[in-house]
């Protein structure tokens, strides 16, 4: 299949895939028509017709649906009957009715998380934060992207759901979509990284109501940054 392989994929953190199991090939375009949308190349509202997409990874149409139906689950794209999918709007009340999903689901799991949290563990989420810090500053997008995603689900995965997992990788790939949208990655700050570090901390100090406020200080402020964003640019509600 053609297409670049140059960023992460919302699959690199299923359990199905983290043992090195061989991806199929409505993975692989799922993951590239992922990058895609991620990185504007698809931007809202972008018609994915089957036939050209085919043509486009040089497969057959089978994986391609396939593939879309994948991303049609994570909330990525709209099903267009007999034709294919386009990809989903961006919205203000899409953006925040995402982050009220984020919000319960996030805060349960990183509580349960830092009752049982590990030195290990945080070793592992300080490693991948510090990457994350690391290619933000040469400017590496897609590299930072991947290990911003790391650093959150080895939190996540401390506490032992994989049911938890599942619900939460939607709302976490649909946000995505407006973290890097309208120059979103600029929108990293400072706070942000006190934020992950206030994460991070409270996980390792095994205290579960301190890391559930620190997640919600987290989410409602990516939240506030994205929101003010999409105002500037004269998104509409």
């Not at 017709?49 to 879309?68: G, H, N």
Request: glycine share 6%.
């Amino acid at each position: 299949m053609n297409g670049s392989n140059g960023g992460p994929t919302m699959f690199q953190l299923s359990p199905e895939n983290s043992q090195g199991v061989q991806r199929t090939l409505a993975e692989q375009v799922a993951s590239e028509l992922h990058r895609l949308i991620l990185r504007g190349v698809l931007p809202a509202g972008s018609h994915l017709r089957i036939q050209e997409l085919a043509e486009r990874f040089d497969t057959s149409s089978m994986p391609v649906r396939e593939a879309l139906r994948k991303l049609a689950a994570l909330g990525l794209v709209d099903l267009v009957p007999h034709r294919g999918a386009r990809v989903r709007e961006l919205s203000v009340d899409d953006l925040e009715d995402t982050y009220r999903a984020r919000l319960a689901l996030e805060t349960l799991v990183v509580a349960e998380a830092a009752a049982t949290f590990t030195e290990e563990q945080a070793a592992m989420a300080q490693e991948a934060l510090a990457r994350h810090e690391t290619h933000l500053a040469r400017g590496e997008n897609d590299e930072a992207r991947r290990a911003h995603t790391e650093f959150h689900f080895l939190l996540y995965q401390a506490a032992g759901s994989k049911w938890l997992l599942r619900a939460i990788e939607p709302g976490w790939q649909n946000s995505e979509r407006y973290r890097f949208s309208h120059q979103h990655e600029d929108a990293y700050s400072d706070r942000s990284h006190e934020e992950h570090v206030e994460l991070l901390n409270a996980c390792r100090a095994r205290d579960p109501r301190r890391a559930e406020e620190a997640m919600r200080v987290h989410l409602e402020g990516a939240m506030s940054r994205m929101r003010a964003a999409m105002t500037e640019s004269g998104a509409e509600r």
